[in-house]
């Protein structure tokens, strides 16, 4: 059965630095998201992105986020400084279409992510 | 307002039924789902119901669907130790396929 992967599963970062997470869509989906989970709390929408471009972004989602599909495989979320509140599980993920008839949209696994 | 509720907790024993219940706030909202997460784990779709349905069941899983009252229920017949996780539901906005999630509800079943 196809599924999102995403790399890596853990990522620990100074406080400042810059972090990429990557992530695989499954092949033929089209529509491309990303959320997060603070420890304990809600999963939060973060950004969609469909045909190369940003579609919609949350209020979460400020200058130091940004994403981008290099090529045509892999789907990346870059944060440039991270800070000590950016630790939080980022999920990944497709939906084949926002039509009617398709419902399903796939996460993958998670990145977890740890600003120290 | 986005804000997609949930009671936190339920407990039950093995081989009961567990009801867990949602309720969000945009009539618009296309699709509702329930996605299960195990401890340390992704987001696993369990079910899901389109707006127009009342009812939706598969297998052990039973969605309602209360459009009126803008209210989902997700029940588990003949809950097992290993259904125990945290149940989020969903609500999907029209506008680019997005889902606003609820805080989950931690279920924990007791042998």
């Known amino acids: 059965e196809p599924e999102v992967t995403q790399t890596p599963s853990h990522q620990v970062t100074q406080m400042g630095q810059e972090v990429i997470l990557r992530c695989v869509p499954i092949?033929?989906?089209?529509?491309f998201y990303w959320y997060r989970q603070i420890l304990g709390q809600k999963v939060e929408f973060l950004v969609s992105?469909?045909?190369?471009?940003?579609?919609?972004k949350s209020e979460i989602f400020d200058d130091q986020f940004s994403v981008e599909r290099p090529d045509g495989s892999n789907f990346t979320l870059k944060i440039r400084s991270t800070k000590l509140e950016d630790s939080a599980m980022y999920f990944c993920?497709?939906?084949?279409?926002?039509?009617?008839?398709?419902?399903?949209?796939?996460f993958g696994q998670g990145t977890r992510l740890t600003v120290v | 307002g986005e804000d997609v509720e949930q009671s936190l907790f339920l407990s039950v024993r093995e081989g009961d039924s567990s009801v867990i219940n949602c309720t969000y706030t945009?009539?618009?909202?296309?699709?509702l789902y329930w996605y299960k997460q195990e401890p340390g784990a992704g987001l696993q779709l369990l079910t899901y119901?389109?707006?127009?349905?009342d009812m939706k069941q598969d297998q052990r899983l039973t969605v309602l669907l209360n459009k009126k009252d803008k209210h989902l229920s997700l029940r588990i017949a003949d809950t097992q130790t290993g259904d125990s996780a945290i149940y989020f539901c969903?609500?999907?906005?029209?506008?680019?396929?997005?889902?606003?999630f609820g805080q989950g509800t931690e279920l924990s079943v007791k042998p």
């Open positions: 992105f469909y045909n190369n471009e940003i579609s919609e």
């Open positions: 945009d009539s618009s909202s296309t699709y």
């Open positions: 969903a609500e999907r906005k029209n506008q680019g396929g997005k889902l606003i």
């Open positions: 993920a497709s939906r084949l279409s926002t039509g009617g008839g398709d419902a399903e949209a796939f």
């Open positions: 119901i389109f707006s127009n349905m």
């Open positions: 092949s033929n989906h089209l529509y």
